[in-house]
């Protein structure tokens, strides 16, 4: 039997995420419309935190992109600032990976075990 690679279960892990993140509530203001799970450090910077629950919040379409208040991935780098100043105040241990991130480039992952501790957390959701 042919081993499965690390992107099947990268992707497979990744799809697990997606759904525990669907429909939970905006860490900003509460809303379920739309939610999706953020990652704090981009998945494509850090292997090692791709999955980290530490690493992901879910955010509404609004927080996560298109709100000029405060906004994850908005076009106004106020926005941007507002929720990196958001997250420090109430994430502290997410908003500290932005720093630490980079201790880990390179670090070999499991993403098979990451894959089988977020269905678990979604089999008990």
């Known amino acids: 039997m042919k081993k499965k690679g ?3 279960w990268r992707n ?3 799809k697990e995420v997606t759904k525990y993140f669907t429909g939970n509530p905006c860490v900003v203001c509460g809303s379920t ?3 999706c799970g953020h990652h704090i450090v981009e998945r494509s910077l850090s292997a090692y935190y791709r999955h980290h629950p530490y690493n992901l919040v879910a955010l509404c379409p609004a ?5 000029n208040d405060l906004a994850a991935h908005s076009k106004n780098p ?9 997250l420090e105040r109430n994430r502290p241990i997410s908003y500290e990976l932005l ?5 880990h480039t390179g670090e070999k992952v499991d993403f098979e075990q990451a894959y089988y501790e977020w269905k678990e957390l ?4």
Do not use: G, P
């Not at 979604?122 to 959701?125: A, H």
């Open 12 to 14: 497979k892990a990744d």
């Open 78 to 86: 106020l926005a941007v600032k507002a929720w990196l100043e958001w």
């Open 33 to 35: 419309y739309m939610t």
């Open 122 to 125: 979604n089999n008990n959701q």
């Open 63 to 67: 927080h996560h992109k298109f709100s």
């Open 6 to 8: 690390q992107i099947y």
């Open 99 to 103: 720093d630490t991130y980079k201790q």
